[in-house]
């Protein structure tokens, strides 16, 4: 939706997403409790692949040398 | 197979295997005790409101703040309870169906070891789930699981122990009277059956039974029994469980009336199953009295209460909005919302306002032309609330806090919102000096704490029934119910860093320390979105370019003229875009008709199209002033799974997919073309029922 939409505009607009569950697979209930595994698994979510590139992304974006 | 000196084959044991026998009339009189019976091992197999996590309740019950050893012996006291109404009810329904019964000794006690068949398959089901839920999602090693399990097992057995001298106390034991009612166990809500006619219509069988010291025996023939005998042997044996009904009924409104103190706050899954005993009790009493006309009864008892809440205020419970004046009512009608979304003064001030803001947020950042960030996300409870608390911290650390430097705004749904309104305000203390580091762990599992025993013991005890606490805020009372449970919990694991009201962050937002926050709770009646913030968003609520204005944003100050909306409290609104369907109640506003506010996740559960409107009406600005925008999604689900699959569709998909993708497509609608882009921005789902 933003990546069509974002031809409106004359300002670039980059979209950058952190994806909890990136696999069908991965289920963590959705409720008001979370069990040690499943916050176990969401702290880990943010070190995969796909996560650390959305970060890399970001940092160059602010422009900030890590 | 010898049994008392007979010799029986297999298939003759199986038929004439009393506890089988009891199982197959539950099956034929008793059906609706099953029903129940289903209900729990549905719950515990993860098959029944698995969504909204009633299956923890279960498995991972928690008391005064943790999971122990106490609360598994409270689920397991419940759970005794609950099977001794289950033999209690069953007697007086089925134990006339057994002759034999009047020939041995304390029969109803009998019968309950034989009609142990269902409950002991539950507590085996109950604890082989338990077992492996802990091992795996709880990483709980063997001495704990023994703990548990012996408590849990502690608990029942403490109950059985109670009812056993409840039901024959020792000074009865021996007692020899003759008592002329023929009442085998008398209940102050069920109806006195006749047992001594069904009696004489049943045939004469032999049933191999659990006996004395657990053996198996032969019943006897009761068949030469005189209806004066059979008086006298249940005179003898009588029992009553009518303490045991109300002492149920007691506990369960008491849970209710003083549910304000934690010592009384039973893991939520004690509280169901006293539900469910309570009304499986009821149902079973309304049976005995009316037979098959309680179906009917049921249905027109539904819709009398349907009727009169729609005509009066019984009945019609409301969630409210803490700190706002519920006397003062606001018109709510298209020609209100059409005056607010065409006042062009108002628009343009809060325009200015926010432009005024947007400025000091730029020279916060200390950039000529800094990047705008706008975060997205999305909802998903519990979850979503720890992972936007995760990324946040887990960027800020890395980038040297450059995210929240650069965010002006958040938007989205529902837990994602609670979980960004708590490192917004953690942000905030660290600005003002109150705090040092914002990305301790402490933060992350304040925020991880359940919050669903809380909710669910709220739901299942006080607003099931009767709301009579009530809370003070702003001078002002109001009724509680669980979105009052769901804001207590919320402080207490957040150290009461959040209790604010809705005007205490303008300021701060002003000066450019932290990022607005967009709430965009549904209105139910409509399908608008209310838009909520410190800031007036009346900016937000027309969009020019657009031929036809569907007034499809509502600015929550301009609504409620007659209120002071600073006052409103944070979590209330926090809790308003998190109000998912059953699990909690719609918030109500003071508007004439009543609207109601429901999760913003039915309509933009991330914050896509609050984003587009917003850059949509700050455009100019930012193409002078900054070097573009940055749209940071904090998704719980990623938008194309790596390993999504399509399945062939049965017939009874047919039924249910059509629903299914209504509630998906809510979320997110996935291929859009330009043009359907803009549209789905401006038109609203319908606005038929406006009046």
Avoid at chain 2, 1 to 17: H, L, P, S, T, Y
Avoid at chain 2, 54 to 62: G, K, Q
Avoid at chain 2, 517 to 523: K, N
Avoid at chain 2, 603 to 625: H, P, S, V
């Amino acid at each position: 939706m933003f990546r069509i939409s974002s031809g409106a505009f004359e300002f670039p607009i980059d979209q950058i997403s952190f994806n909890l569950l990136e696999n069908k697979s991965d289920r963590i209930s959705l409720s008001w409790h979370l069990t040690k595994q499943e916050k176990a698994k969401i702290h880990e979510a943010f070190y995969s692949a796909e996560n650390q590139a959305s970060l890399q992304r970001l940092s160059e974006l602010l422009g900030t040398k890590r | 197979m010898k049994i008392n000196d007979q010799d029986w084959n297999f298939i003759e044991v199986i038929r004439a295997f009393f506890p089988f026998r009891l199982f197959i009339a539950h099956l034929k009189h008793n059906l609706f005790s099953l029903v129940f019976w289903l209900i729990l091992f549905l719950i515990v197999g993860d098959q029944f409101g698995s969504s909204f996590g009633i299956t923890f309740l279960f498995l991972s019950p928690e008391y005064l703040g943790e999971v122990s050893g106490l609360s598994f012996g409270l689920l397991g006291f419940a759970l005794g309870g609950f099977i001794i109404g289950f033999n209690t009810y069953s007697y007086i329904k089925i134990g006339a169906r057994y002759p034999f019964l009047t020939t041995i000794s304390k029969p109803f006690y009998k019968f309950c070891i034989n009609n142990s068949l269902i409950p002991l398959a539950f507590i085996v089901f109950y604890l082989y789930r338990m077992i492996q839920f802990q091992i795996a999602e709880e990483f709980a090693t063997t001495s704990t699981l023994f703990y548990y399990s012996f408590s849990f097992i502690a608990g029942l057995l403490v109950f059985f122990i109670f009812s056993f001298f409840y039901f024959f106390p020792i000074s009865r034991r021996n007692r020899k009277y003759v008592d002329q009612t023929v009442k085998p166990i008398s209940s102050p809500i069920h109806k006195r059956e006749k047992w001594y006619d069904l009696f004489r219509s049943q045939k004469d069988r032999t049933y191999i039974y659990i006996g004395r010291r657990f053996r198996l025996m032969t019943s006897r023939s009761a068949r030469h029994f005189d209806k004066k005998l059979v008086q006298e042997v249940y005179a003898k044996n009588r029992i009553s469980s009518t303490l045991f009904e109300l002492l149920t009924i007691g506990m369960f409104f008491s849970l209710s009336l003083f549910s304000g103190y934690d010592i009384l706050e039973v893991p939520a899954a004690t509280s169901i199953i006293l539900l469910l005993t309570i009304s499986s009790m009821i149902f079973s009493a309304l049976h005995s009295w009316l037979k098959g006309w309680v179906y009917p009864l049921l249905v027109v008892v539904v819709l009398l209460m349907n009727f009169i809440s729609a005509q009066s205020g019984v009945f019609r419970y409301s969630s409210y909005a803490f700190g706002l004046d519920y006397s003062k009512k606001d018109i709510y009608s298209i020609q209100a919302i059409r005056k607010m979304a065409e006042n062009e003064m108002l628009n343009e001030t809060s325009k200015e306002s926010y432009i005024n803001m947007l400025e000091n947020w730029k020279a916060a950042t200390n950039e000529s032309k800094p990047k705008l960030v706008i975060v997205n996300s999305s909802g998903g409870g519990s979850r979503s609330a720890l992972w936007t608390m995760v990324v946040f911290q887990q960027v800020d650390k890395t980038l040297k806090n450059k995210l929240t430097k650069h965010t002006q705004m958040i938007t989205g749904a529902s837990g994602g919102m609670v979980g960004a309104a708590y490192y917004r305000e953690l942000v905030l203390r660290r600005e003002i000096g109150e705090i040092k580091n914002v990305t301790s762990k402490v933060f992350a599992q304040n925020i991880s704490k359940d919050m669903l025993n809380k909710l669910s013991f709220m739901a299942s005890t006080n607003d099931i029934l009767i709301r009579a606490q009530k809370c003070e805020f702003n001078g002002h009372q109001y009724t509680i119910e669980r979105g009052y449970a769901f804001e207590t919990q919320l402080h207490k694991n957040t150290n009461y860093v959040l209790d604010h009201s809705l005007g205490y962050y303008k300021d701060y937002e002003q000066r450019g320390l932290i990022p607005t926050m967009i709430f965009s709770p549904t209105i139910i009646n409509d399908g608008r979105r209310m838009l909520i913030s410190s800031q007036s968003l009346s900016f937000l609520t027309q969009t020019k370019d657009n031929l036809q204005n569907s007034y499809e944003n509502i600015d929550i100050h301009a609504l409620l003229s007659k209120q002071n909306t600073g006052d409103l409290r944070f979590s209330s609104v926090v809790r308003a875009s998190a109000t998912f369907p059953f699990v909690m109640p719609m918030v109500t506003l003071p508007t004439e008709p009543e609207i109601q506010l429901m999760d913003a996740g039915i309509r933009d559960n991330y914050g896509g199209k609050t984003t587009l409107e917003f850059i949509d009406a700050l455009k100019d600005w930012i193409q002078k002033n900054t070097s573009g925008v940055i749209i940071v999604q904090i998704r719980d689900t990623k938008k194309v799974l790596n390993d999504e699959t399509y399945k062939q569709i049965s017939f009874l998909d047919k039924l249910t997919l059509p629903l299914e993708i209504c509630i998906e497509i809510s979320h997110e609608s996935k291929i859009l073309t330009k043009r359907e882009c803009f549209v789905s921005v401006q038109v609203p789902l319908n606005f038929q029922s406006i009046k």
